[in-house]
């Protein structure tokens, strides 16, 4: 860990006139947000509910990326989606489900160990940790030589 625990985090959120709002965490480029459309929002802006999408897809990337430095596993490609189910509970408007979904590239003989590192980054991600909602994962991962193959 960089710093000792705890962390503090400060975003400041500044609202106009509309339904929208800027998010600002200085020295970070700031957000425009407000409600989805399906709440009568554009499309054209960060929703809360895309923003915490976000931070769980996110967090989940950087975690299995900390892993991955730590136990030396070269990651050739890493792309990950989101979804998340928004439904009626018995506690009001809430996220019933979410799905992560992850397509990593590694070498060959890595396969096994990097299929394993993400699952222990979904264990470990904060973020995914701080949430009611069960979170899936569904990992697909590629094989890349690691070595040129001869010709004969």
């Known amino acids: 860990m960089a710093t000792p625990l ?4 400060v975003v400041a959120l500044e609202g106009t006139t509309d339904d929208t709002a ?3 965490a200085p020295p ?4 425009l947000g407000g ?3 399906e709440f009568g929002g554009q499309d054209t802006q960060w929703s809360p509910e895309h923003l915490l999408l976000g931070s769980v897809s996110l967090c989940l990337a950087t975690t299995f990326r900390a892993l991955a430095k730590r136990e030396g596993l070269a990651i050739r490609a890493y792309a990950g989606q989101a979804e998340g189910v928004l439904d009626r509970t018995p506690d009001g408007l809430a996220f019933t489900s979410l799905t992560l979904q992850v397509e990593l590239c590694v070498d060959a003989e890595d396969v096994a160990r990097a ?5 222990r980054a979904k264990k470990q991600c904060l973020i995914g940790n701080s949430l009611k ?3 899936g994962l569904e990992v697909s991962v590629q094989a890349r030589a690691s070595r040129p193959v001869a010709m004969a």
């Open 133 to 135: 909602a069960p979170i």
């Open 28 to 31: 970070r480029p700031l957000l």
């Open 22 to 24: 800027w998010l600002a």
């Open 35 to 37: 409600p989805p459309p």
């Open 6 to 9: 705890p962390h503090r985090y």
């Open 115 to 119: 299929e394993q590192l993400l699952r």
